[in-house]
T-cell receptor, first 114, second 113 residues
Framework: DVKVTQSSRYLVKRTGEKVFLECVQD?????MFWYRQDPGLGLRLIYF???????EKGDIPEGYSVSREKKERFSLILESASTNQTSMYLC?????????????FGDGTRLSIL | GDSVTQMEGPVTLSEEAFLTINCTYT??????LFWYVQYPGEGLQLLLK?????DKGSNKGFEATYRKETTSFHLEKGSVQVSDSAVYFC????????????FGKGTKLTVNP
C-alpha cells in the first residue's frame, strides 16, 4: 500500500513564525500536492510538484512556498504564519501525470496559528 | 473553469437506509471522475472512479455512474452501515485542463444504529 506520511498530526505556532510542514511518500511517485481543508470550502490546492526541484502554484499559493529536493519529500513552508492560515493541511501523491491517476493522501496536519 | 457541485450536508440516515449523494460537474474537456471518502481523523481515500461516459465505478457497496449527458456522478449505496459515517468528496480531473483534481465541498454522512 502507498504510504504518505505527514510529520505532525497537530501543530501550534505563533503569528510571524516560519513554519515547515513535511510530507514523505514511499512509492516513488512523481507527483506531490499540498492542500488545505476548511469547513464549507472543501479542499483547495496550494502548490504541487511533478518532479524534483519543480513546483507549480495551485489555486491559493499566497503566503506559502514549497521545497522538493528529493523525490519522496515535499515540504510546505509558511514564510510568516498568520492566523488565517489556521487550517487542516493535507499532502497527497500520485504515480504520474494523467487524469486517471488517483491521489493518495496523508492523514493531515491540523495547524493552529495563535 | 472546472467545478464540482455536490449536495450540501449534513446527511443523517438510519442503518440499512438507501444513500444518494448528488454530484454534478462542469469541465472544459473530458474529465475522469472520482469519489473520495474521509473517515474521522484521517486523510482522504479513493472510494471509486470512472474514466469515461457510462462507466460505473464501484467499491465497498458504493456505486456511481458517469453520466455525460447530465454531467453527473451521483454516489449510491443500497444499505448504509454505521461504519460508512464519513465525509464524501466528489472530484474531477480534466484532460482539457491542468489534470489537477478539482473537489466538491464535501458531504458529511452520519449513519445512526
Amino acid at each position: 500500500d502507498v504510504k504518505v506520511t505527514q510529520s505532525s498530526r497537530y501543530l501550534v505556532k505563533r503569528t510571524g513564525e516560519k513554519v515547515f510542514l513535511e510530507c514523505v511518500q514511499d512509492m516513488d511517485h512523481e507527483n506531490m500536492f499540498w492542500y488545505r481543508q476548511d469547513p464549507g470550502l472543501g479542499l483547495r490546492l496550494i502548490y504541487f510538484s511533478y518532479d524534483v526541484k519543480m513546483k507549480e502554484k495551485g489555486d491559493i499559493p499566497e503566503g506559502y512556498s514549497v521545497s522538493r529536493e528529493k523525490k519522496e519529500r515535499f515540504s510546505l513552508i509558511l514564510e510568516s504564519a498568520s492566523t488565517n492560515q489556521t487550517s487542516m493541511y493535507l499532502c497527497a501523491s500520485s504515480f504520474e501525470q494523467g487524469v486517471d491517476q488517483p491521489q493518495h493522501f496523508g492523514d493531515g496536519t491540523r495547524l493552529s496559528i495563535l | 473553469g472546472d467545478s464540482v457541485t455536490q449536495m450540501e450536508g449534513p446527511v443523517t440516515l438510519s442503518e440499512e437506509a438507501f444513500l444518494t449523494i448528488n454530484c454534478t460537474y462542469t469541465a472544459t474537456g473530458y474529465p475522469s471522475l472520482f469519489w473520495y471518502v474521509q473517515y474521522p481523523g484521517e486523510g482522504l481515500q479513493l472510494l471509486l472512479k470512472a474514466t469515461k461516459a457510462d462507466d460505473k465505478g464501484s467499491n465497498k457497496g458504493f456505486e456511481a455512474t458517469y453520466r455525460k449527458e447530465t454531467t453527473s456522478f451521483h454516489l449510491e449505496k443500497g444499505s448504509v452501515q454505521v461504519s460508512d459515517s464519513a465525509v464524501y468528496f466528489c472530484a474531477l480531473s480534466d484532460r482539457g485542463g491542468s489534470e489537477k483534481l478539482v473537489f466538491g465541498k464535501g458531504t458529511k454522512l452520519t449513519v445512526n444504529p
